[in-house]
């Protein structure tokens, strides 16, 4: 019987993506062939000395999915899935990918109590389907401008077993929401105009432009957050964000400004400003 070895294939599909940076060819290769095959990261090393016959429809939908990668179509795209906080979330067109940056955003949130909690701007859902799935009796509101972001998030929701406590509603910013939250999270649009001209290929031309940049000094977003959310929230309830690395003083001032105490710029695990939290005032005993 003609054919390849898996690990030959390996070879070739790092060989086609060698206009990336090596050690991203060599994952997005493996993670591409495991797709294509079905195998698990074990079963992928296991599998290696596999024969691979001629006309094989795995290879075949491996050489499209490679074709892709080549012209820069991220792999959570191509694979129409991507991974936050160990749990797997449906990826479109429509949606920014789950970032590990994020997960800064989501592990401060969980370090303060919520029973009800609301998730602006919420894309795929991943931070407010998290948010849910690690309190087993917390509520939640999930709110998005787009209506496809929120049928990815619905679908999200399902998948993850939180459908029957998370509404996802369509309301620019906090137009449409009524009621108050003990934790209020959003990780909104943060580059500026000008960075977004030099993002790579496979953000810029991919990922949908109004969930990155709000345009001009990227600050909009925060603005609106920080004037609407302390009506929001219940006394003693958070309002946490995500922000870009060089944000958390402008951000910061903005939820000082609007009253909120405790105030705090939280670095993610590169050392990098990425969580800005602030609270509202505690009832007085």
């Given at each position: 019987m003609?054919?390849?070895?898996?690990?030959?294939?390996?070879l070739s599909a790092r060989a086609q993506l060698a206009a990336l940076p090596k050690d991203e060819a060599e994952r997005d290769a493996r993670l591409l062939i495991q797709a294509a095959f079905r195998l698990t990261p074990a079963g992928f090393t296991a599998n290696l000395g596999r024969i691979v016959p001629e006309g094989d429809p795995c290879k075949d939908h491996l050489d499209w999915m490679l074709s892709k990668r080549a012209q820069r179509m991220p792999v959570?795209?191509?694979?129409?899935e991507a991974v936050f906080w160990g749990r797997t979330f449906e990826v479109t067109s429509a949606t920014?990918?789950?970032?590990g940056d994020?997960?800064?955003?989501?592990?401060?949130?969980?370090?303060?109590?919520?029973?009800t909690m609301l998730d602006l701007g919420t894309g795929t859902g991943c931070l407010g389907i998290s948010l849910l799935a690690e309190r087993k009796a917390a509520q939640g509101i999930a709110?998005?401008?787009?209506?496809e972001a929120l049928a990815v998030a619905g679908r999200n929701a399902i998948r993850h077993g939180v459908e029957a406590r998370l509404s996802c509603i369509q309301s620019d910013w906090l137009a449409q929401v009524t009621g108050t939250f003990d934790l209020i999270v959003s990780n909104p649009p943060y580059i500026t105009e000008a960075a977004f001209a030099t993002l790579a290929p496979e953000v810029r031309e991919y990922e949908p432009k109004t969930a990155l940049t709000?345009?001009?000094d990227g600050l909009e977003p925060y603005r609106i957050l920080c004037a609407q959310t302390p009506a929001y929230?219940?006394?003693?309830?958070w309002l946490m964000v995500e922000i870009g690395y060089d944000q958390g003083p402008a951000v910061a001032a903005l939820m000082?400004?609007?009253g909120l105490q405790r105030v705090t710029v939280v670095a993610d695990l590169s050392g990098h400003d990425r969580v800005v939290r602030g609270q509202r005032a505690p009832l007085a005993l």
């Amino acid at each position: 019987m003609s054919g390849t070895t898996l690990r030959a294939l390996w070879l070739s599909a790092r060989a086609q993506l060698a206009a990336l940076p090596k050690d991203e060819a060599e994952r997005d290769a493996r993670l591409l062939i495991q797709a294509a095959f079905r195998l698990t990261p074990a079963g992928f090393t296991a599998n290696l000395g596999r024969i691979v016959p001629e006309g094989d429809p795995c290879k075949d939908h491996l050489d499209w999915m490679l074709s892709k990668r080549a012209q820069r179509m991220p792999v959570s795209h191509i694979l129409r899935e991507a991974v936050f906080w160990g749990r797997t979330f449906e990826v479109t067109s429509a949606t920014l990918a789950p970032r590990g940056d994020t997960e800064s955003l989501l592990a401060e949130a969980l370090s303060v109590p919520f029973d009800t909690m609301l998730d602006l701007g919420t894309g795929t859902g991943c931070l407010g389907i998290s948010l849910l799935a690690e309190r087993k009796a917390a509520q939640g509101i999930a709110t998005d401008i787009s209506v496809e972001a929120l049928a990815v998030a619905g679908r999200n929701a399902i998948r993850h077993g939180v459908e029957a406590r998370l509404s996802c509603i369509q309301s620019d910013w906090l137009a449409q929401v009524t009621g108050t939250f003990d934790l209020i999270v959003s990780n909104p649009p943060y580059i500026t105009e000008a960075a977004f001209a030099t993002l790579a290929p496979e953000v810029r031309e991919y990922e949908p432009k109004t969930a990155l940049t709000p345009g001009g000094d990227g600050l909009e977003p925060y603005r609106i957050l920080c004037a609407q959310t302390p009506a929001y929230l219940v006394p003693g309830g958070w309002l946490m964000v995500e922000i870009g690395y060089d944000q958390g003083p402008a951000v910061a001032a903005l939820m000082e400004g609007a009253g909120l105490q405790r105030v705090t710029v939280v670095a993610d695990l590169s050392g990098h400003d990425r969580v800005v939290r602030g609270q509202r005032a505690p009832l007085a005993l």
